[in-house]
Structure formats: structure tokens, C-alpha cells
């Protein structure tokens, strides 16, 4: 064999090994969130017929390695990796990661603090502290949820704000499993679902007219108008989940064209704690 054909069959090698190493890291991250997966279904109480949950971090804190080891899963994906999955997967992704990280945030100070704004301060949020890193940046948590998720033409999906969860009991329900691409779409409408059957958090007095709904939809009601999956305004959201939020046919009727007065309750930041 020539030195040329001994020179050209390294250079075939070299590029064989370099797509098969590309190949084995595009897939080497776990779409299913199955170590995540497991840490919820473990640590997660459901209850109010399964429209509200707490989490166990005190058995949390017990395994901390392991979560910490899914973190590191998450920490070690690159920002050009993540551009090549599906919309679907990068948005369980980024859902999974608020959550997992806020958990984390939790820990750090559990059991002494009573909610989440106890790590924070007048001048500092604990939504602003940058204690993770993601995509190959130092983040925090609104960087995720309002930066990555949020930002105009990335998902426009108002749905998401039944699947972040900033531990507190005023939040939806964290689900007692990981989002994943090929359950997204039913996880985030069942997610709506739930929250909104939630009567400490959303409800329809017919007495009264007064349509009583979480503070999260007058924070975030501009999200609701983007037309996606059919909600184009807070008007259509609720006449959509009328089922969910009243429990006559008379009363559902009234929430589909509209006729009620509009209240938003106050938000309960205690942290969601299945042992308080």
C-alpha cells in the first residue's frame, strides 16, 4: 500500500470516528428524564382528587445525589446539541429544568425556610440567583422560565405556566412524572385541566357572578393571546376549561359567553411541603 492510500485510509478513520463520537453525544442525553422521572414518582403526593400535589423533600434531601447527578445530565448538554432536538423536546427540557432546579434551590436551605422568597431578599430575587449552569451559561431560574421558554416565537405556549412549578402552593400542581416529547401535548392540556379543577385556585361562584382565578393568569394573561391551541385571549381560556372551573351546565354556560366579573385571588408562596 502507497503512503497516499495509507494517508487517505487514516483521514477516513479520523472523520469515521469523529461522526460516530458526534453520533453517540447527540444521543447520549436521555429524552425520557427517566432518573427525574423516578425522583417524582417517588417524592410527589398527589391529592384533591389529583388536581393538586406537595412534595417530600425532606426524602428529597436523602437523595440528593441522585438528583444531583440529573442535573448534571442537564448541565452537560451544549447549546448546539440542544438546537438539533425537536421543539417538542427542548421545551420538556427546559420545563423538567426549572423544576429540577428549583427543587435544588429548595434543598440548599430545607428544612429551615418556610417558601421560596425566604432565599431571596428586598434587593435580590431567588428567582435572579445564578446558581446552575445550562446551554453552557451561568443561569437562574428566570432565565429559563422568561428567557428561554417565554422569549417571543420560541413556543408561544400559554400552557406552560400549568408545568413550571416555583415550589410554593399557589403554583399548579407538580406532576408526579417527568415531561417528555411524546406526552407533551397531553401533559400540558392535562395540566390546564387540573389546575383550573382546582377550586382553592380557580373557581366559579354563579351566586355571585365572580370568576375567582390564580394571580398567574393577571401576570401572565398576555401569553393567552397568541392564538396558540386556541387560546387567543383569558376569555377564550376560560370559556374553553368552563368544564374545569364550574360544575352545572347552567354555570358553564354563563363562563362560555362571558358573563361573570373577573377576580384574581391572592398567590400563597408557602413552599408546597407534603410534611407541613
Not at 31 to 46: D, E, G, M, P
Not at 170 to 179: D, K, T
Not at 190 to 211: I, V, Y
Request: charged residues 25%.
Amino acid at each position: 500500500m502507497s503512503v497516499r492510500h495509507i494517508e487517505l485510509v487514516r483521514l477516513l478513520f479520523a472523520v469515521a470516528l469523529l461522526s460516530c463520537a458526534t453520533l453517540v453525544r447527540a444521543q447520549a442525553f436521555d429524552h425520557s428524564h427517566a432518573a427525574w422521572n423516578a425522583l417524582l414518582a417517588r417524592h410527589v403526593k398527589t391529592f384533591a382528587n389529583g388536581n393538586a400535589s406537595a412534595v417530600d423533600y425532606a426524602a428529597l434531601k436523602s437523595e440528593h445525589a441522585a438528583l444531583k447527578t440529573y442535573l448534571g445530565t442537564l448541565t452537560a448538554v451544549s447549546e448546539s446539541d440542544y438546537g438539533k432536538w425537536s421543539k417538542a423536546q427542548r421545551l420538556a427540557f427546559l420545563i423538567n429544568a426549572y423544576n429540577a432546579f428549583t427543587i435544588e434551590l429548595i434543598l440548599t436551605k430545607y428544612p429551615e425556610l418556610e417558601s421560596i422568597k425566604d432565599l431571596g431578599s428586598v434587593f435580590s430575587s431567588p428567582w435572579k440567583r445564578k446558581f446552575f449552569t445550562l446551554l453552557g451559561q451561568e443561569r437562574h431560574l428566570d432565565e429559563i422560565e422568561h428567557g428561554l421558554i417565554r422569549t417571543p416565537g420560541a413556543f408561544d405556549d400559554p400552557r406552560i405556566h400549568a408545568g413550571v412549578v416555583c415550589a410554593s402552593i399557589g403554583c399548579p400542581m407538580l406532576r408526579p412524572e417527568a415531561f417528555t416529547a411524546e406526552k407533551l401535548d397531553a401533559q400540558l392540556d392535562d395540566g390546564m385541566n387540573r389546575f383550573l379543577s382546582d377550586r382553592t385556585r380557580n373557581r366559579f361562584d354563579a351566586s355571585s357572578g365572580k370568576l375567582q382565578v390564580s394571580r398567574i393568569f393577571d401576570w401572565y394573561g398576555k401569553d393567552f393571546e397568541k392564538g396558540h391551541k386556541g387560546y387567543d385571549s383569558l376569555k377564550a381560556a376560560f370559556a374553553r376549561h368552563a368544564a374545569q372551573l364550574a360544575a352545572t351546565p347552567e354555570a358553564q354556560a354563563r363562563l362560555r359567553k362571558g358573563d361573570y366579573t373577573l377576580d384574581f385571588l391572592d398567590y400563597d408562596w408557602k413552599l408546597n411541603d407534603s410534611r407541613r
